[in-house]
Nanobody
Framework: QLQLVESGGGLVQPGGSLRLSCAAS??????????VGWFRQAPGKEREVVSC????????WYSDAVKGRFTISRDNAKNMVYLQMNSLKPEDTAVYYC????????????????WGQGTQVTVSS
């Protein structure tokens, strides 16, 4: 079992930055067994995958909507995954979730075995 808790959301002006954190705890495994993805869901819209990172960091992926503005990273020693979000736009407003799965391809397909409860990001002036 893997438990995920997101933090770092909030209200930010357009052009600003936020760093989201995903803290993992596990009873029988460690985060470095899993690929991790960040997803978001805006009101009235379907959930979309934003970024993914493989368990050993050799693969990262970004959606076209955030490429060049967001950076995913992880610290397996601390069981943490981060999403640095720069040059934020109003259309980035959503609830952001982290998810984990043994396979990065599953996350890229929009699914995952373990999910956090989400953190709200609001970009508004």
């Amino acid at each position: 079992q893997l438990q995920l808790v997101e933090s770092g959301g909030g209200l930010v002006q357009p052009g600003g930055s936020l760093r989201l954190s995903c803290a993992a705890s596990a009873s029988r495994s460690t985060l470095d067994d899993y690929a991790v993805g960040w997803f978001r869901q805006a009101p009235g819209k379907e959930r979309e995958v934003v970024s993914c990172i493989s368990n050993n960091e050799d693969i990262t992926w970004y959606s076209d909507a955030v490429k060049g503005r967001f950076t995913i990273s992880r610290d397996n020693a601390k069981n943490m995954v981060y999403l640095q979000m720069n040059s934020l736009k109003p259309e980035d407003t959503a609830v952001y979730y982290c998810a984990a799965d043994l396979w990065i391809s599953v996350l890229h397909g929009g699914r995952g075995d373990y999910w956090g409860q989400g953190t709200q990001v609001t970009v508004s002036s």
